[in-house]
């Protein structure tokens, strides 16, 4: 089954606000990292965590490896941010194979 | 930031024809792999490459697939012959070395198979 549930599948945010996405995880995983994929489709690369928090801009995501999830707060969205947004996880039991979830659609509204 | 480009964009082919999709990797990169993403559905692995082998590839990863670097040029994904349902998104990725870091992504090569 299914090793990375993310959610939800898409969202929809004014301008200002902010929301979470999250990502639950049927086993144990080593690391996990968030992507964007704007619209001409280039994945953007935003955080690679083995544990804790990391923040960037209005940008901020957090793993527990034990708890076995990971999420990825957005304040203040901007129109920018659109786009779809992923989590990838290293599953403890491969050293090369990243595992994806189904992506969020966020579409930031003026 | 790093870039990792990939040619085509995109690529229309006939079943049973073979086909190479290339990747320019991120230049000191060591590790490449190749992800396919069917529409509406998640992205998969398929292969990873390092000093020239295989280091680990998935049951998606059919016998028709092959990966080779040559000489440091393009990491080149071939499928020879082609089926229908090879018809995706082919993403490249490079990392600095494997575990343990970022994957940077390429934009894409959209192959529809007819």
């Known amino acids: 089954g299914d090793q990375v549930e993310q959610s939800p599948s898409a969202l929809s945010l004014h301008e200002g606000t902010g929301s979470a996405l999250r990502c639950n995880f049927t086993t144990t995983m080593r690391a996990v990292q968030w992507f964007r994929k704007n619209s001409r489709g280039s994945l953007i690369n935003l955080f690679y965590?083995?544990?804790?928090?990391k923040e960037n801009g209005r940008l901020k995501s957090a793993f527990d490896s034990k708890e076995r999830y990971s999420t990825l707060h957005i304040r203040d969205a901007q129109l920018e941010d659109s786009g779809t947004y992923f989590c990838?996880?290293?599953?403890?039991?491969?050293?090369?194979?990243?595992?994806w979830g189904s992506g969020t659609k966020l579409i930031i509204k003026p | 930031g790093p870039k990792v480009l990939q040619i085509p964009s995109h690529q229309i082919i006939d079943m049973g024809q073979m086909v190479t999709l290339n990747c320019d990797p991120v230049?000191?990169?060591?590790?490449f792999y190749w992800y396919k993403q069917i529409l509406g559905q998640q992205m998969e692995f398929l292969v990873n490459f390092y000093n020239g082998k295989v280091m680990e590839k998935s049951k998606l990863f059919k016998d028709q697939f092959s990966v080779e670097r040559p000489d440091g040029s393009y990491f080149t994904l071939k499928i020879q012959p082609t089926a229908l349902e090879d018809s995706a998104v082919y993403f490249c990725?490079?990392?600095?070395?494997?575990?343990?870091?970022?994957?940077?992504f390429g934009e894409g090569s959209r192959l529809i198979v007819v």
């Open positions: 965590l083995a544990s804790g928090t």
């Open positions: 990725a490079s990392s600095l070395a494997g575990q343990g870091n970022t994957l940077y």
């Open positions: 230049s000191n990169h060591l590790y």
């Open positions: 990838a996880a290293e599953a403890g039991d491969s050293n090369y194979q990243l595992i």
